[in-house]
């Protein structure tokens, strides 16, 4: 770990940390949030991509399915975030050498980065395209792409508790 390894010592060694890792109750309960909140995360990106993908929702604006469920996976991503960020704390030295979690956290930057090109240049004239059964060849590689993602982002999340 090199120039991480006092800082992974640090929290480690800190008294929120040994609170988690001595707790009967305290991780088990935020790593079920972290389920739950990842839950939401995924469904409310999931009906945006299928309706890019023009597979569901294809009776409602791009925009519109948009509006409604981002706030919800905002909150819901955050308090993911968060919770993620205390499991992590119970054992930081684990975590960082473990290839699933590393891995979690590639595949969270790539959905980052197709988030931004979305954003940023697939979502342009969206008034356009994105009205009831339309879509375009973009919108939907890029929530195809969102869907592989973030099942894969799931599915190493799993996967750290097994390693």
């Known amino acids: 770990m090199g120039l991480l390894q006092p800082l992974v010592d640090g929290i480690g060694n800190s008294s929120l940390s040994q609170a988690i890792a001595e707790s009967a109750y305290l991780f088990p309960a935020f790593e079920s949030a972290h389920v739950v909140a990842l839950g939401i995360v995924f469904g409310s990106i999931a009906a945006v991509d299928l309706r890019l993908l023009n597979l569901r929702f294809t009776d409602q604006n791009v ?15 955050i308090f993911a975030a968060l919770t993620g960020v205390l499991m992590f704390v119970a054992d930081p030295g684990r975590y960082l050498e473990n290839l699933p979690f590393q891995l979690k956290f590639l595949l969270l930057a790539l959905a980052g980065v197709n988030m931004a090109i979305n954003h940023f240049m697939v979502s342009k004239n969206m008034e356009q395209w994105g009205q009831p059964g339309r879509s375009t060849t973009a919108a939907k590689l890029s929530g195809a792409a969102s869907l592989i993602l973030w099942t894969l982002i799931i599915f190493a999340g799993r996967w750290i508790g097994f390693s």
């Open 63 to 77: 925009m519109s399915l948009t509006s409604r469920l981002l706030p919800f996976t905002w909150i819901a991503f």
